[in-house]
């Protein structure tokens, strides 16, 4: 059964905004880290952002930092990606993933536990 299930993506003009939900199943989501990777056509997978279990600590690849916010509601199991400024640079399918190492170090994680159907985001220029 689906356990991470993302949505929010779609078309937008250079300079818009989306915002990405992601919603959980899984039992150890109020105690698990929760981010989002990306892997655009022909490129390896960038890790995006990483929020803590508690919501109160994030990080982010340089890349998105001060463009990109994540957050999470423990009460409805679901993390969201609010995007601003969005360029085609962004273009990718988007992922979000849980897992039960601290947030610090999933920036430098080759995988994760879990992640789910992405969904793709399409920035046109």
């Known amino acids: 059964h689906v356990q991470l299930q993302a949505c929010g993506g779609g078309l937008v003009q250079a300079g818009g905004s989306l915002r990405l939900a992601c919603a959980s199943s899984?039992?150890?989501?109020?105690?698990?880290?929760m981010g989002w990777f990306r892997q655009a056509p022909g490129k390896e997978r960038e890790f995006v952002a990483a929020i803590n279990f508690s919501g109160r600590r994030t990080n982010y690849a340089d890349s998105v930092k001060g463009r990109f916010t994540i957050s999470r509601d423990n009460g409805k199991n679901m993390i969201y990606l609010q995007m601003n400024s969005l360029g085609p640079e962004d273009t990718a399918v988007h992922y979000c993933?849980?897992?039960?190492?601290?947030?610090?170090?999933?920036?430098?994680?080759?995988?994760?536990?879990?992640w789910g159907q992405g969904t793709l985001v399409t920035v046109s220029s």
């Open positions: 993933f849980s897992d039960a190492r601290s947030y610090y170090y999933l920036p430098n994680a080759t995988t994760y536990d879990y």
């Open positions: 899984l039992h150890t989501f109020s105690s698990d880290a």
